[in-house]
């Protein structure tokens, strides 16, 4: 009898450290070495998801501390106020055909009704960024991003990508054409909606080298009407030797195919919405509005965003201060223009700022670079300076830290 009450009194104990290891955090799980041998049995992959939740009476600006928000107009009259649009959803959050005119950087990117929104015209080149602070982690095999998003597109010269590369080598403004900014990352997988038609193509880059896998160039007003108000869902299933893309409520894939081994296996993923011009000849063309909902990346790495108290410096207000203390083994990240850009950290000593690995072919003067550079642990000041190109004088934009854990 005492032994069959010692089994079961371990037995009790065994389960309730089961129930209470399923419970935990899966970051707390996994730093229990002492746990280790249960974890593929009882730990859920990393999820992340953003459902964009907010119904304000009037339109809301969006720029939480868990995404990074890069909003970029190239012409210079356009640094600090972006051109006129009419965005949709009303002043009152009215629902679509509802407008209102939008000019500042702050209002491109807002909720209303319970999902966010991006909007910009840039008559030369003009692009937002969305990042979480999570990177896709296919490293145990498939992964996979989705998202909701608006069909309607209001000119074949405004339209949305995704972009997954190597948490070192992604750019903070990556483009695969020449018109503005400094190229694609050195290595990266790019989902990009076609400018011909409403169908998606994919890019992979090798040390800058682009492989261009052509979809299938049915659009998908061939199988739904698109629409302003209502969000479908598109969906990417990654792997290092595979690449799936379309929208699965309608069981179509523009992209369904084995590629070469990738080399790498955790990826920055970013949003962008695009505007190149978008009235170019076309008399009934209107620059874009995308409502975008339901953001789900798994399994996932998250790491760690510090935003800034300012959107962009100059050479009138040269300083920002992080909203935490730079962690360990962190870098500073932001746009710039200008030559001979400088940095110092908590007023110390001034050193040159490191461009991130480009290709140098899309070098131009009148183009913004992205940085990528060391930040020491602890600093809570950055100063910037810089010298004059010939259009204008030296600009910073959309600063933060990033670190990871």
């Known amino acids: 009898m005492p032994q069959r009450l010692l089994l079961v009194a371990v037995s009790l104990i065994l389960v309730s450290s089961l129930i209470w290891l399923e419970r935990q955090p899966s970051s707390t799980a996994v730093a229990n070495t002492g746990t280790r041998h249960f974890i593929p049995l009882i730990i859920k992959p990393s999820i992340f998801t953003e459902t964009f939740t907010g119904e304000p009476s009037q339109p809301q600006s969006w720029n939480p501390i868990n995404w990074d928000v890069t909003i970029h107009s190239r012409d210079v009259n356009t640094w600090y106020q972006l051109e006129p649009m009419p965005a949709e959803h009303g002043t009152d959050c009215a629902p679509p055909p509802a407008l209102r005119s939008i000019s500042s950087y702050e209002e491109a990117v807002y909720i209303c009704r319970n999902h966010m929104m991006t909007a910009i015209k840039a008559s030369g080149y003009g692009v937002i960024y969305l990042t979480p602070n999570h990177m896709v982690d296919f490293s145990g095999g498939m992964a996979t991003i989705r998202f909701d998003v608006s069909t ?4 074949l010269r405004d339209w949305i990508d995704l972009w997954i590369s190597p948490y070192n080598d992604h750019l903070q403004l990556p483009l695969d054409m020449t018109v503005d900014l400094s190229g694609p990352p050195r290595n990266a997988v790019q989902i990009r909606m076609d400018l011909s038609g409403n169908f998606f193509d994919a890019v992979i880059y090798r040390n800058f080298q682009p492989t261009v896998i052509d979809g299938t160039p049915i ?32 069981n179509f894939y523009w992209i369904d195919t084995r590629i070469a081994d990738l080399g790498w296996d955790q990826g920055v993923v970013q949003f962008g919405h695009h505007s190149y011009n978008p009235l170019k000849d076309c008399a009934t063309c209107r620059a874009g509005t995308w409502h975008w909902d339901n953001v789900t990346i798994t399994p996932t790495r998250p790491f760690t965003m510090i935003a800034t108290d300012r959107r962009y410096v100059d050479r009138a207000n040269p300083v920002v201060t992080l909203a935490a203390p730079a962690p360990a083994n962190a870098r500073l990240r932001f746009a710039g223009i200008g030559p001979n850009l400088q940095v110092r950290f908590d007023n110390g000593t001034w050193q040159a700022a490191q461009v991130q690995a480009h290709d140098s072919r899309y070098f131009k003067d009148e183009h913004f670079r992205s940085y990528w550079m060391p930040i020491p642990a602890g600093v809570t000041r950055i100063e910037f300076r810089g010298d004059r190109w010939w259009g204008a004088d030296w600009h910073v934009r959309e600063i933060s830290v990033w670190a990871l854990p």
């Open 219 to 250: 659009p998908y007003d061939r199988f739904l009407n698109p629409s302003p108000t209502r969000r479908d869902t598109f969906e990417l299933q990654i792997s290092r030797t595979h690449i799936k893309f379309g929208m699965p409520a309608y």
């Open 152 to 155: 309607l597109r209001t000119s």
